[in-house]
């Protein structure tokens, strides 16, 4: 399984960094996406990573704002979001798809975390 932490409440402006740690089977390969649904809306892609490479892929609505970086000793993913707006504010999901490549394709992915709130007041 996957385990989101990091989420909360924060200011618009401010900077947060959620974290998703794998647990359980280890996959040589392994892409881990981050995936968030704002509320009343449809869940979206926002980036992933493929470890142990380090191939990444973003969202265009959250480039030059969001990092997506992976600590494979700790089998943990970051996702690292800067100047945070109100439209931010969404349940954040990771997942994983092994031996996958970085896809935006939900469907790809086999594992889910549980989610975790972010709200960004303005």
């Known amino acids: 399984p996957l385990v989101e932490s990091g989420g909360g409440l924060v200011q618009a402006g401010d900077s947060l960094r959620l974290s998703c740690v794998a647990f359980?089977?280890?996959?040589?390969?392994?892409?881990v996406g981050w995936f968030r649904q704002p509320p009343g809306k449809e869940r979206e892609f926002v980036a992933a990573i493929t470890l142990p490479a380090g191939s990444t892929n973003y969202a265009d609505s959250v480039k030059g704002r969001v990092t997506v970086s992976g600590d494979n000793a700790k089998r943990t993913v970051y996702l690292q979001i800067n100047s945070l707006k109100p439209e931010d504010t969404a349940d954040y999901y990771c997942?994983?798809?092994?031996?996958?490549?970085?896809?935006?394709?939900?469907?790809?992915?086999?594992?889910w975390g549980h989610g975790i709130q972010v709200t960004v007041s303005s």
């Open positions: 359980g089977q280890i996959f040589d390969v392994l892409t």
């Open positions: 997942a994983g798809a092994p031996f996958a490549a970085a896809t935006s394709n939900s469907n790809a992915y086999t594992y």
